[in-house]
């Protein structure tokens, strides 16, 4: 059989695609039996059935029962473990505060000429009403399995620290606790963190700590499957995400941090269960710690490199990096490239200045219809499909919805293409194109050193075929060599382009499916040379190519999305009673299930009024009113002098709950106040005129804790109590929800809120 180019082109594009996301999956699960020294998931996976078992909140019973196993199984395994236990408080996030009391559980293997520890680091609490057999269960059993085989070899050089961090969910307070004062962190050289905010996918390495040359050119030397990307920090950064790393990254420690984050329907929720768990992603997680246990173990970590770099996947999980100093001198060189390949297609007549920069400008339009038409399509479906409604982040069918997304961008892509070369050629959309991702190039490399080589190595492939094929051809018909030129100068950009898009749909989710998209029309002006071959420029078969698989992946995904006992549909329910005695039913849902609707019948409907810290409340509706006792307060003191007032007071929870929120609730100004031991000094005398000042405490003792405030004597105040417990009232909910809803969001789902208002 001839093959002729198109085909030959189409069908090598497929393969490299689909292989360089099949690149992107998590190793297999390594059986129990086997050897003592290698990691096995199978063997994690008994932890996990102890720590995951049930929710495990911080001052939970849960919590406490996760704890003790913790240092039982430490004990068994011969080494001294302590418990930290201390109080906390951070202004990371403004107002109200995070405080909590913590409970970090340590353990050291010594090494046998230590230079400094290697810290691993895992948080064994959950948010509450979600086992956290991902999130971040997966964490604490991969470093006690770790721990294991790291104790069936000879001794390291270095000593390893084992610490398993509390209250990482209500705002990294355990790993500051630890930082803050432990004596043991002065001694870390280099942390390396595991979490989760999904329930399976790839194990990356995603953020890096000061001066990353060092610790990436070991874990691209010891790490068997290393998923590392500078273009991660540079992204993770912008979204604000914050795991216990950030405390070492701040502290100047070196270091890396690993997550999977595929599967996030089961996020922070009930389904967070080891059965929903993909164990291949703990074997990932745990082939990363025990190599790099060893390999760092062994290293001299007194005065570690403390250059920067920019790294990157290749073909086969290669770590690929160069000196950050780099950048420019690259970026100056595909520059340069750019400047010769227009050059080359002026004098050839393949195109001109203004036909560049038309090009360019069509492209602009290229992508701003891909997103636009994407982020549409993902906000019509979420406004027909009531299950896509439910759901927070993203469907349990996610992967069929990312498919049909990206054949919907790349069909936008297509049509936008063959719209344009009707007055463009296809040289001067090809290299328009490519300016806007010379202009990428520029930016990235001046602001965003780290994503430099993702538009530098791609864009200087995708050059080398321009010029190879649809500048030295022109319109002549191509030929099997000029499709062998356009496969073998796409394999690079395939190789690092293409995870972009896919990243970022695993990342972002189905509500913001608009930069997903945008990342695939993107890539695509890679390869427009491509479609030229492939008659997307004269005919509408690409276009239709990619659209009509794309509609039946879309059908699949609708038709398939549902819930289940094993994909529970999410619905909130809580129950809430304010300080004046009226009690109500509360939900932030829009749509609800039957078992939820029985609780807001049309006649007991009211307006949301009572507020919950971090949940829009969107139904509220009268409901019976418990004797249950409001939070306490007791003034222990109270003095005024010089315009200050000073009081001190202790709060607490009479029912046991394990979270309060504390407000001043009059528009009065603190100076200065102490939460618990931890002082807080504000640095204008106007905090909490325009915004109410205010602290939550996860892991309230029952006999409370002691709060001085400091205030502007302005009259009386009014402070506002509001306690929480991971239930509701039985005599009101005597029946569970039914097996395919659960709680969610877990701020507020399935929770008891009793709120005390005292003047003073």
């Known amino acids: 059989m001839a093959w002729s180019p198109r085909l030959a082109v189409a069908l090598a594009l497929l393969a490299l695609v689909a292989l360089r996301i099949a690149q992107l999956s998590p190793p297999s699960v390594v059986p129990r039996s086997a050897p003592p020294d290698v990691f096995s998931a199978e063997r ?84 509450p009403g979600s086992p956290g057999a991902a999130d971040d269960g997966s964490g604490v059993a991969a470093l ?8 069936s070899g000879p001794p390291l050089r270095n000593d390893v620290l084992l610490l398993f961090t509390d209250a990482e969910e209500g705002g990294v307070l355990g790993g500051k606790a630890f930082m803050d004062e432990h004596p043991l962190r002065g001694e870390i050289g280099i942390a390396l963190n595991f979490d989760a905010r999904g329930a399976g996918g790839v194990v990356a390495m995603f953020e890096t700590g000061p001066g990353d040359a060092f610790p990436v050119r070991e874990l691209a030397r010891a790490a068997p499957l290393p998923i590392a990307s500078s273009l991660f920090p540079e992204v993770a950064r912008r979204l604000g995400h914050s795991t216990d790393f950030s405390v070492f990254k701040r502290a100047g420690i070196p270091g890396l941090n690993f997550a999977f984050s595929d599967d996030a329907a089961h996020y922070h929720t009930p389904s ?5 768990l993909d164990l291949r992603s703990v074997q990932h997680a745990g082939d990363y710690a025990l190599s790099l246990a060893r390999r760092f173990g062994g290293l001299d970590l007194r005065r570690p490199d403390r250059e920067d770099a920019v790294y990157f996947n290749t073909w086969g999980a290669h770590v690929v990096s160069h000196p950050i100093g780099w950048v420019i001198p690259i970026a100056a060189l595909v520059v340069g490239l750019f400047a010769g390949a227009a ?55 996610a992967p069929a919805f990312r498919i049909a997304l990206a054949l919907a961008a790349l069909a936008v892509s297509a049509a936008g293409y063959r719209l344009f070369r009707r007055r463009l050629g296809a040289c001067e959309l090809a290299l328009g194109a490519l300016l806007v991702w010379l202009s990428l190039l520029a930016g990235a490399s001046l602001f965003m050193p780290g994503a430099s080589f993702y538009f530098a190595w791609p864009l200087a492939s995708a050059l080398v075929g321009v010029v190879a094929v649809a500048i030295r051809r022109g319109d002549a018909p ?7 030129l356009l496969v073998a100068t796409a394999a690079p950009a395939v190789a690092l382009a293409v995870p972009g898009p896919y990243l970022l749909f695993v990342a972002l989710g189905l509500p913001m499916a608009a930069a997903p998209a945008l990342a695939v029309a993107l890539v695509f002006g890679l390869f427009l040379p491509h479609a030229e071959l492939l008659g997307g420029g004269a005919s509408r078969r690409l276009a239709l190519a990619f659209a009509l698989p794309g509609l039946a992946a879309l059908a699949a995904a609708c038709a398939t999305l549902g819930f289940t006992e094993a994909e529970p549909r999410p619905a909130s329910l809580a129950y809430a009673l304010d300080a004046g005695g009226k009690a109500h039913w509360l939900s932030a849902d829009r749509d609800l299930d039957p078992w939820t609707a029985e609780y807001f019948p049309a006649g007991r409907a009211q307006a949301p009024s009572f507020a919950v810290p971090y949940v829009r409340v969107a139904r509220q509706s009268e409901a019976p009113a418990l004797a249950l006792p409001p939070p306490s307060l007791a003034v222990l003191g109270d003095a005024t002098g010089g ?26 100004a603190v100076i200065r106040a102490v939460v618990d031991g931890r002082r807080v000094e504000e640095p204008a005398r106007g905090a909490g005129r325009d915004e109410r000042w205010g602290f939550t405490y996860m892991g309230l003792p029952p006999e409370g804790i002691e709060w001085s405030l400091e205030i502007e004597d302005a009259g009386p105040i009014e402070i506002r109590l509001l306690d929480q417990t991971y239930e509701l009232p039985r005599e009101l909910a005597p029946g569970s929800r039914p097996k395919e809803t659960m709680g969610v969001p877990y701020r507020l789902a399935d929770s008891t809120f009793v709120r005390g208002s005292f003047w003073l």
Do not use: C
Not at 364 to 377: D, E, I, K, P, R
């Open 272 to 276: 967070d269960t080891v059965d929903n």
């Open 343 to 397: 050059a080359l297609a002026r004098r050839r007549r393949r195109a001109s200045l203004g036909g560049i920069l038309a090009g360019s400008l069509a492209f602009l339009a290229l992508l701003a219809g891909a997103a636009g038409a994407v982020g549409g399509l993902g906000w019509l479906l979420r406004r027909v499909h009531t299950a896509l409604r439910a759901m927070p982040f993203e469907p349990y069918n």
């Open 643 to 668: 315009g200050v007032r000073s009081l001190r007071l202790r709060i607490a929870s009479p029912r046991g709950a394990p979270w309060l929120l504390a407000e001043v609730a009059s528009p009065t």
């Open 144 to 151: 006690l399995e770790t721990l294991r085989a790291l104790k």
């Open 478 to 484: 191509p030929t099997l060599g000029d499709a062998a």
């Open 44 to 127: 994690a996976r008994a932890h996990l059935l102890e720590i995951a078992a049930e929710p495990r909140p911080t001052g939970s019973a849960g919590h406490r029962r996760a704890r003790e196993y913790l240092l039982a199984q430490l004990a068994a395994l011969g080494v001294q473990a302590e418990v930290q236990r201390t109080s906390v408080l951070s202004r990371q996030w403004g107002l109200p505060y995070d405080a909590a009391h913590v409970e970090n559980v340590l353990a050291r293997l010594p090494g046998a000429d230590s230079t400094r520890s290697v810290a691993l680091v895992a948080h064994y609490d959950s948010v």
